[in-house]
């Protein structure tokens, strides 16, 4: 179990809530796609894709949380989004807030109604809230990460992807 790849957005001309996704092991081989590209690029150029087609919807949120997975042939990503939190100077409002949380279930590109999550994604949503609970704000929090513990991804190169920092789909 545990994490492959974490990528990062900050928010850009893409899409501009900012936010994280993470590749988990489970079903990870379904962005194997035709052999010849790498897992982590076609999970990001599938994050990337989905995110677009509800480009309107995510405006709505402070920021978003995602873990991509597969089951069976299908890909799925679990998304999170934070509501837009009430702007304020004083760093203890950021800290002491308690965002409410939408779910979707995207299952091969389809945004379908689903309400169901794994326990590892719970342990990440849990130690991204304590994570943001001690950062100053929605940019030194997506600047920085929290310590996911044993579910980290084993390998260096992939701990801060860039969501978008690899070329478009057409």
Known sequence: MGIIARYSHKGDGHLLTPGRIYLHRTGSEVFNGDGMS???KNAALYAQNVLKVR???MRDYAYFLGVLWGEGREKVLDL???EI???SSAKEAWQK???DVDLWVIRGGEWISENRTCEDTTIILGREGEHRRRTAGLAEFINTFPD???????DERYENLKLWALPQQV
Not at 148 to 154: A, H, I, V
């Open 55 to 57: 480009l309107c919807t």
């Open 80 to 82: 999170f989004g934070y």
């Open 97 to 99: 807030s308690n965002p």
């Open 148 to 154: 996911l513990g044993s579910l980290e991804p084993t």
């Open 85 to 87: 939190m009430e702007p």
């Open 38 to 40: 790498s897992p982590i």
